[in-house]
Nanobody
Framework: VQLVESGGGLVQAGGSLTLSCAAS????????MGWYRQAPGKERELVAT???????TYADSVKGRFTIFRDSAQNTMNLRMNSLKPEDTAVYYC???????????????WGQGTQVTVSS
């Protein structure tokens, strides 16, 4: 599985960006997809997830500002980020999970990441 992120860049605080994750297979083949981010010197953290059925979860730090959604026509999973803050600066990674056996073992794929920089 190949995942390719796009849409990162430099934006001023209070601005917006939309990240996209294009997959090499139908996004509806995955049991769940999500966005993680990693700031310099910090561990990678979960930002948002969306299940195959469309249920979403968000980190407390982004609730109300970020929206995860899928575009079936473009076969992309996206993250709309509003009211961006300098602390949102990080490399953002797309990930996709697929259960591979009846025991529930999950195979996870990652994209290469896209940089988001929010200036104050």
């Amino acid at each position: 599985v190949q995942l390719v992120e796009s849409g990162g860049g430099l934006v001023q605080a209070g601005g917006s960006l939309t990240l996209s994750c294009a997959a090499s297979r139908s996004i509806f083949n995955f049991d769940a997809m999500g966005w993680y981010r990693q700031a310099p010197g910090k561990e990678r953290e979960l930002v948002a997830t969306i299940t195959n059925g469309g249920s979403t979860t968000y980190a407390d730090s982004v609730k109300g500002r970020f929206t995860i959604f899928r575009d079936s026509a473009q076969n992309t999973m996206n993250l709309r980020m509003n009211s961006l803050k300098p602390e949102d600066t990080a490399v953002y990674y797309c990930e996709a999970d697929q259960v591979v056996n009846v025991e529930g073992t999950t195979a996870r794929s990652w994209g290469q990441g896209t940089q988001v920089t929010v200036s104050s």
